[in-house]
Nanobody, 120 residues
Framework: VQLVESGGDLVQPGGSLRLSCAGS????????MTWVRQAPGEGLEWVSS????????VYADSVKGRFTISRDNAKNMVYLQMNSLNSEDTALYYC??????????????RGQGTQVTVSS
């Protein structure tokens, strides 16, 4: 039972990436889902959450208007479309089960992360 993130890469400032989170042995439609990131030397930063039916979506102010969270329950996937990337978006990105208020409450379910590096 695990989550598997993918899609991270090296991208130039102003560029775009789409991150994916797949459930392996885990039915993601049963959960709200959250993206969290960790910049080098920093703590975990909540980025965005989406409810199980996509009816409720929230973003951190730092990414609002640039990032879009979505999910495809039929494919057991969650996505994070990231546009207008800048150096401050450089981080290891994780997906978690849980929503804005409980992604960091036991039981913790997250993947190994996918690295996003924004640099010219």
């Amino acid at each position: 039972v695990q989550l598997v993130e993918s899609g991270g890469d090296l991208v130039q400032p102003g560029g775009s990436l789409r991150l994916s989170c797949a459930g392996s042995g885990l039915v993601l439609r049963d959960y709200a889902m959250t993206w969290v990131r960790q910049a080098p030397g920093e703590g975990l930063e909540w980025v965005s959450s989406i409810s199980s039916d996509s009816s409720h979506i929230v973003y951190a102010d730092s990414v609002k208007g640039r990032f879009t969270i979505s999910r495809d329950n039929a494919k057991n996937m969650v996505y994070l479309q990231m546009n207008s990337l800048n150096s401050e978006d450089t981080a290891l990105y994780y997906c978690y089960t849980g929503g804005r208020s409980n992604w960091n409450i036991l039981p913790i379910r997250r993947g190994q992360g996918t690295q996003v590096t924004v640099s010219s």
